[in-house]
Nanobody, 117 residues
Framework: QVQLVESGGGLVQPGGSLRLSCAAS????????LGWYRQPPGKQRELVAT???????NYADSVKGRFTISRDNAKNTVYLQMNSLKPEDTAVYSC???????????WGQGTQVTVSS
């Protein structure tokens, strides 16, 4: 059974930092591209960042220079370090594991991040 479990969300003031973690089980973690997505209130889900099995990263323009995605294959965990947080970063953040061939995709349940004073 595949599980992706996020943690680290919460309430933070503007300009603050949070680190999200997503622990995976039931997959060969090192073979997957991992991603963080978010869904702001009343909006559609959007890409935040991805990291391939080779360590290549990609970021949404809105988070470049503020967020950093990383992975620890020994711990089957992907991280999202979020700095200089803004109110518009408020959303439910979900992790994603994607394998191209054969195609398999899995999602975590999400963790709430609220940026507010």
């Amino acid at each position: 059974q595949v599980q992706l479990v996020e943690s680290g969300g919460g309430l933070v003031q503007p300009g603050g930092s949070l680190r999200l973690s997503c622990a995976a089980s039931g997959i060969i973690f090192s073979r997957y591209t991992l991603g963080w997505y978010r869904q702001p209130p009343g909006k559609q889900r959007e890409l935040v960042a991805t990291i391939t099995n080779a360590g290549r990263t990609n970021y949404a323009d809105s988070v470049k220079g503020r967020f950093t995605i990383s992975r620890d294959n020994a711990k089957n965990t992907v991280y999202l370090q979020m700095n200089s947080l803004k109110p518009e970063d408020t959303a439910v953040y979900s992790c994603n594991a994607n394998h191209l061939l054969p195609h398999n995709m899995y999602w975590g349940q999400g963790t709430q991040v609220t940026v507010s004073s």
